[in-house]
């Protein structure tokens, strides 16, 4: 009977191994199984957090651009004249030299006065499109807004102050359309 007893203790410990094993694989499965699950669901977490970074960053890549496609359609406003005041600069220059030149007969003054006349309205209509004459003589040389064609020693002014203007120089609102030619002392 000991023979039975030891074979059936064998076999009930044979039994447990079997169900150990049994029970193990299932765990080792799960753990198995919720792996791959898992990694995919960290997988589709960094997808979804890229996605997200790719949306903001276009986002913020739209948003620039409208905003600088708002400001060159604000500047185009602006600066729409700019073409035509150009072309009228060197009108007004020749308007000026006609105005400078003194005459002696009457005909000619009445002349001289509808040419002053023609003057004062062209520079009227180009104030009101927004250009002004950048003032230069007695007033520090301005790289931006100057073009030193000579310099002079003159001990009536400061160093680097605009002493001659040979040419004037107009802006366009806030814009430098010509810079004045002038001369500079040292």
Not at 71 to 100: C, G, M, T, W
Request: proline share 3%; no cysteine; glycine share 2%.
């Amino acid at each position: 009977m000991d023979e039975n007893k030891q074979k059936s203790e064998e076999m009930e410990d044979q039994e447990n191994v079997e169900q150990e094993e049994v029970i193990d694989h299932p765990e080792q499965e799960v753990v198995e199984d919720t792996n791959p699950a898992s990694n995919e669901v960290e997988q589709l977490r960094q997808e979804k957090d890229e996605t997200y970074q790719r949306l903001l960053r276009l986002q913020a890549d739209y948003d620039n651009f409208r905003r600088r496609s708002q400001k060159e359609r604000e500047d185009d406003l602006k600066y729409k004249s700019q073409d035509l005041v150009e072309e009228l600069l060197p009108i007004v220059d020749n308007f000026e030299r006609a105005l400078q030149t003194e005459v002696q007969d009457d005909s000619a003054k009445s002349f001289v006065e509808g040419i002053n006349m023609v003057y004062r309205q062209l520079k009227d209509a180009l104030n009101k499109q927004g250009v002004e004459e950048i003032p230069a003589v007695g007033e520090e040389f301005d790289p931006n807004m100057h073009q030193a064609v000579m310099q002079v020693n003159d001990e009536n002014y400061e160093s680097n102050v605009v002493v001659e203007e040979l040419q004037k120089g107009y802006k366009l609102k806030d814009r430098v359309i010509r810079p004045s030619m002038v001369k500079v002392n040292q």
